[in-house]
């Protein structure tokens, strides 16, 4: 209002005449009416700054990117929210309320404000609950830990709340810290991945007439040490990357089809049951019931599936010689 008044009374001085004056006073009016708008619209860019709640969850440090001198913007996938993205100001300096825990793979409680708008959320603290810290000759554990976030990266939407998801991955990156079996651990999560996406490729009937391709249930949920479930080989199936699962030998000969290939049953048990199953059964399945062409052989359905899936290849495949030495199993 105090800026109205002065537009007004400028204009009332530069009038000369009678004419003038009318016009100065419409104009005084317009003045008015133009700075009254432009005050609630500050005022109510204010309150939506001073209300604006304050959210809080437990995230992961999925990608940082340097911004300015003294900020970070980051990816986080969070436990209640989902993947959001987030400036951090004053992340880079050396005294911040981030207590410097903000490196890639870091598992923090963050609290941030929300916008509604595409704008950045304003992370304004974090607290440090597990660095993802595996040991130095653990280059697999390493290799493994920065393809599960990319992963998870490009397989989840914004603010899509997936608590499973992150429990999931959160205890995976603990297990890749050990360096052990970290082949068996990134196929769990892969699988358990594709399933809360609602991506799991079909590996008991057909994508096509949906018919079952299997006679009888097999003995996989009884026991993790079943060697028969895993090592039948000879009894192959056609799988399609396209259509998302495999083919009964009616619907494949019916037609052609782009992109498929043959999986043995063994494949097929073994995707299915680290879909289903929990980390007590992973940590308990024995890797000598499983023979080193099986675990290629779901590697390679796994990375050309995920890769038709996403469109495109994921950059840390190319170092998959570092993360999986098959020649160690």
Not at 213 to 241: G, H, M, V, Y
Not at 259 to 283: H, Y
Request: charged share 25%; with cysteine; net charge negative.
């Amino acid at each position: 209002m105090f800026l109205a008044a002065v537009f007004s009374e400028a204009l009332i001085l530069l009038a000369k005449d009678q004419g003038e004056m009318i016009r100065s006073f419409r104009l005084k009016t317009i003045v008015i009416l133009l700075s009254d708008c432009f005050i609630v619209k500050i005022s109510c860019s204010i309150r939506n700054i001073i209300f604006m709640p304050i959210e809080h969850s437990d995230a992961l440090v999925v990608r940082s990117v340097e911004y300015s001198e003294s900020s970070l913007i980051l990816t986080l996938f969070t436990r209640e929210y989902g993947k959001i993205h987030g400036i951090a100001k004053g992340g880079r300096r050396l005294k911040n309320p981030f207590e410097t825990s903000l490196d890639i793979l870091t598992h923090i409680y963050v609290s941030f404000l929300k916008k509604n708008s595409d704008a950045l959320d304003i992370l304004t603290e974090a607290k440090l609950i597990r660095r993802f810290r595996p040991n130095r000759s653990n280059y697999s554990g390493l290799n493994a830990g920065y393809y599960l976030i990319e992963l998870l990266n490009e397989m989840t939407d914004d603010y899509d709340p997936m608590p499973e998801l992150f429990d999931l991955a959160e205890e995976t990156l603990i297990r890749f810290q050990t360096g052990l079996q970290i082949h068996k651990f990134l196929i769990h999560f892969e699988c358990g991945l594709l399933e809360l996406c609602g991506q799991f490729p079909s590996t008991r009937f057909c994508v096509e007439c949906g018919k079952p391709l299997f006679d009888k249930k097999t003995d996989w949920e009884k026991s993790t040490n079943c060697s028969d479930c895993f090592e039948n080989e000879a009894n192959r199936q056609t799988f399609s990357f396209l259509e998302g699962g495999v083919i009964c030998p009616q619907c494949r000969y019916s037609q052609n089809y782009m992109n498929i290939a043959s999986v043995s049953s063994g494949t097929l048990n073994l995707l299915e049951f680290m879909k289903k199953t929990d980390f007590i059964q992973v940590d308990a399945l024995d890797f000598a019931v499983v023979s080193a062409s099986i675990w290629g052989e779901v590697r390679g359905v796994l990375n050309h599936y995920i890769s038709h899936t996403l469109g495109k290849k994921l950059k840390m495949t190319e170092h998959f010689d570092l993360i999986l030495p098959f020649d160690r199993f």
